[in-house]
């Protein structure tokens, strides 16, 4: 059902530790830890060979994980090391264990095969620990297929409308003096689809503007890849004769069945970094609120309305283009 | 699996406004609004054209309804006529439309085929809108197929019972002195089923008695209309030498799926209109109550039951003779 | 799906009253009540044979129940005795009746064919009711196949680790210096299925120390009788030369559906009856605590886990040598 050779995003590196965890990941509940002496990541099938308890109720023992129902332990390969009152275990004692690694700040699973895993295919997202950026990451989870989510951010257009109270401008309203025209550019290469959307003389919501000290209008320049399975990285550049903004967006889909995804966020701004508005915090609690209570209750209501009427034919308008590429691109992916 | 080409009651017409809901009628999601300037009333399939964003989460804009996902603009005939940042809309973009209109109080929908549609057909309920009366209108939800819902009314002899501890009388009880025999008459033309029921002799609940300030025992007469799909209107007389009144129950089910249905109720009586009790207030509380928590727990009971069990045959009573005859028209109506 | 020529505990006899109350068992949807007058115990199909309300929503008069929809009295028997405003009743009109008995202090119910039921065929358990024991019953509900929750009780190596922070011991962890082995002894008879496994030298966690005031490491024995359908009285013995103290645990198992059951228990005790700790109602709240919050989440979660990964093939362990021998009379039993 998803392309399994690739890498998926699990969660925030931060979060990481000896407590164990379970997330469903292409449908494949997994249990992730990392050990207590070595401090190695671990990704093992959720269970117990012996009597299926999931190992995430368990406890990480050193470089392993103890079940907690008969005290089994399971080592980082999968494989049962001792089980109590006995002297040997047996060969058959074993679950499927995951590459997984840390990246950009982010935790990394690989479903398919180890063999054909390589740390270097996981997109490129400097600036998320950049020296001179500030990136806040969230980790949100969506009642919807992760490609309906990642639909969204190949279709910014809808920043100002879904955003309207937020963060968006007026541009292209019904009944304005102009129907401003957009430009889209669309180009790519073997692994990614680009896009530059620009629209010119944006009159920016108060947020938008406050975030560069703008009064007046601004040209807004979303330069935007997408790269699979699904992850999309958006540069977003507002200037005008008074300031020059550049925000990094990115925006990073992990299904976890066909129906719900994980979403893993990350915001790098270029402004602002040391003092004044928005600190780190200030940009969390705006970017987990605009995604919580406007993009994915959105997304979730697209799914269930997808499922009610049986899938209709979605009817693409001139800022769909960047979307019809990646969805052609996926098509060739996945034959 | 439900008839189509028929009108069915959505919600009281005092909760249709400019702020857009949804219900679902038949397995169909529709949006209901009010436009903005002709305060006409619009019924439209509950997805945009674009990308299936339910429209009740839109906004109406004029006379039509903006997709708050990416700004497309809807009229009442379910087109689009306006996309942001294009200078033409596609023919394609288009849902499906209903007639919806006002009549007694209440707003209705034609699911099937509106050249159809005649206003005329919806049954008739003059009482609502009398001025010498007094009418309570109420909505409820019901996880039970309409026609349970319905059987409900059809078969008043659960009064005595299941609202023993409210309006019911005690007749008919076992080990009373007599097992009072009711009086049953089924009539029926090309459109209604009617019955007749007399009980003699009833000794009232104190809240029954209260409504007419009876003290002794009345005389209870139940006429009953059904039309279809499924309305049930009751007219409900007591009387004896010390006064007589009259009550009009409409009970108005509406199919979501099958197994869930609304039900729209009204209460209209020809007592204490002015002063005295109950007020208004009263019956909207005593009638959402014993609906609320006497018949809905029941005939959601009954469904379970149903679906539990694999749908056994009934075994019909004396007091089924109404509800046979209405089932037997319903069967030749659905052909 | 289950054997149902067999009892199966659905409740403490103590809970049974004249107020109806329904329990699914093997599927089947059952009222259980004693009557008014003589207080008999009657189980019958939880639906009244009129229109399928529910029983259990009715009320108990006399030695029948009364439906509360419209008022037909259902007898012992699972006839219809009585209809409002009818002279006589018809011969369709009833439910079917299953043997329902009082022993051991629970209440039990016999699903398959009622003339085969025998009430001999109950396993004994005769410390429930000595008069120099203590009993303490308590009921669970299950989200999982009643034999997982049993094959919880047949392989009691569990208890050193599902319950190491409450009565388990330190026994069998890896990195101790010794790996003591059990030992087990496995018989069987026509009926049922025995283990006794022994564990010398056992250092009691400090609940399990309180209870017979051991200061010093114990012999701890299980003595456990497995009867069908799925019954595990287990008799366990801890000593040494301070004390000895023996307990009777009852698990007996009753499934709901495939993946429900429900779980009566009993634990019997032979020490600090009348005064010191533990009272019956520390007994009562310290087991409930276990098996409410370490024994059932396991065994929903294992259940869980089995669905969710297509039940994968168990490895065995030493310790589980009763459960296989119980697993493969279970097998004979049902062909």
Redesign the interface.
């Known amino acids: 059902m998803f392309p399994i050779n690739t890498w998926y995003c699990v969660e925030r590196a931060s979060e990481i530790s000896t407590q164990p965890f379970e997330r469903i990941i292409c449908n494949e ?1 997994i249990v992730f830890f990392q050990t207590a002496k070595s401090g190695s990541m671990v990704a093992l ?3 117990c ?6 190992l995430s ?1 368990g406890k990480v ?1 050193g470089e392993e994980i ?8 399971i080592n980082s390969g999968g494989n ?1 090391t ?6 040997s275990t ?1 060969r ?2 074993k679950v499927k264990s995951y590459p997984f690694v840390e990246k950009w700040g982010f935790a990394w699973v690989w479903i398919g095969n180890p063999l054909k895993s390589d740390i270097t295919l996981i997109p490129d997202m400097p600036w998320l620990v950049a020296k001179d950026r500030s990136a806040v990451l969230s980790r949100f989870y969506v009642k919807a297929n992760y490609q309906l989510m990642a ?1 969204n951010l190949l ?1 910014v ?2 920043s ?3 955003h ?1 109270s937020s963060f968006g401008s007026q ?4 009944g304005e003096t102009e ?4 430009e889209m550019e669309i180009t790519s290469d073997n692994v990614a689809v680009r896009c530059i959307r620009t629209l010119r003389e944006v009159q920016l919501s108060p947020v938008a503007a406050a975030w560069g000290g703008f009064t007046r209008v601004v040209t807004r320049i979303h330069r935007q890849k997408w790269t699979p399975p699904n992850s999309i990285n958006i540069e977003l550049i507002m200037e005008n004769e008074e300031n020059k903004i550049t925000i990094n967006h990115d925006h990073i889909m992990t299904p976890e069945t066909e129906k719900t995804c994980h979403y893993l966020f990350g915001f790098t701004r270029d402004y602002n970094i040391k003092k004044g508005y928005p600190t780190d915090k200030d940009v969390r609690r705006e970017q987990e609120t605009i995604i919580g209570t406007e993009d994915i ?2 997304v979730e ?2 799914q ?3 499922t ?2 049986d899938d ?1 034919q ?6 769909d283009k960047f979307l019809i590429a990646v969805h052609k691109r996926i098509e060739e992916i996945t034959g």
Chains 1, 2, 3 share one sequence.
């Open positions: 509940p099938e959720n269970r060979p012996h009597r299926q308890a999931p109720m023992v103890m079940c907690s129902y008969h005290g089994w332990v049962c001792y089980v109590p009152h006995q002297k047996s058959n004692a639909d279709d257009s809808h100002d409308f879904l309207a541009a292209g309203k019904k129907n401003v025209q957009q209750p959105m209501a697209q269930l309305n997808k009610r009427f209709p979605d009817v693409p308008g001139q800022a």
